[in-house]
């Protein structure tokens, strides 16, 4: 088993930028991948950002060349992922999710980011 929480979501303005924290705690020895979700009102949840143990990452194109994953390792206890969001936009209001797999995917309950001048 995996918990995951999510953490630094905001109200912010455009231009604006925010970062999000996701603490992995429990079987985190097991966890390949991480991701971070994002799924806005009466829309899909969509893959924003994608990072795996060998810290290979992977964008959507939406957030490529503005958004970076990175994940922290050094902890046997647990371990953090984290979403630097730069140059924010109104569509990129959301629910972020933080994900991680180890063959089975966890989910967290989600952090609110609203971008809105």
């Known amino acids: 088993q995996v918990q995951l929480v999510e953490s630094g979501g905001a109200l912010v303005q455009p231009g604006e930028s925010l970062r999000l924290s996701c603490e992995a705690t429990g079987s985190v020895a097991f966890i390949s991948a991480m991701a971070w979700y994002r799924q806005a009102p009466g829309k899909q949840r969509e893959m924003v950002a994608a990072i795996t143990s060998a810290s290979r990452t992977s964008y959507a194109d939406s957030v490529k060349g503005r958004f970076t994953i990175s994940r922290d390792n050094a902890d046997n206890a647990k371990k953090m992922l984290y979403l630097q969001m730069n140059s924010l936009k109104p569509e990129d209001t959301a629910v972020y999710y933080c994900?991680?797999?180890?063959?089975?995917?966890?989910w967290g309950q989600g952090t609110q980011v609203t971008v809105s001048s």
């Open positions: 994900s991680a797999t180890t063959g089975i995917e966890y």
